[in-house]
């Protein structure tokens, strides 16, 4: 049974940084897709960023290209989150598909995590 957990949510300043981690307990991620969504109060969730199982390219929403980075090692997945504006406040959630392309569709994942919180300031 996959039970992703997230790490590294918490509150920052416009215009910094945070880093994201989601792990399964340190159990290998290798064969699953891992797609990063996040939720605004009041919001419907949304696609943030995902990366298939095997060597792909990485896949963004619009509104985090060119200051969210996904990357993975064999056990875990990181989002690295530069630049953050207050629109990018609200619960991140990690999501694994295993031998999945890396979809933004939240529906090809089977399993999820929690969420962490991140809050950005002004």
């Known amino acids: 049974q996959v039970q992703l957990a997230e790490s590294g949510g918490g509150l920052v300043q416009d215009g910094g940084s945070l880093r994201l981690s989601c792990a399964d307990s340190?159990?290998?991620?290798?064969?699953?897709?891992v797609g990063w969504f996040r939720q605004a109060a009041g919001k419907e969730r949304e696609f943030v960023a995902a990366a298939s199982w095997s060597v792909g390219i990485p896949y963004y929403s619009d509104s985090v290209k060119g200051r969210f980075t996904i990357s993975r090692s064999d056990t875990r997945v990181y989002l690295q989150m530069n630049n953050l504006q207050r629109e990018d406040t609200a619960v991140y959630f990690c999501?694994?598909?295993?031998?999945?392309?890396?979809?933004?569709?939240?529906?090809?994942?089977?399993?999820w995590g929690q969420g962490t919180q991140v809050t950005v300031s002004s």
């Open positions: 340190g159990r290998p991620l290798s064969t699953y897709a």
């Open positions: 999501a694994a598909d295993q031998y999945g392309v890396g979809s933004p569709d939240s529906r090809q994942y089977e399993y």
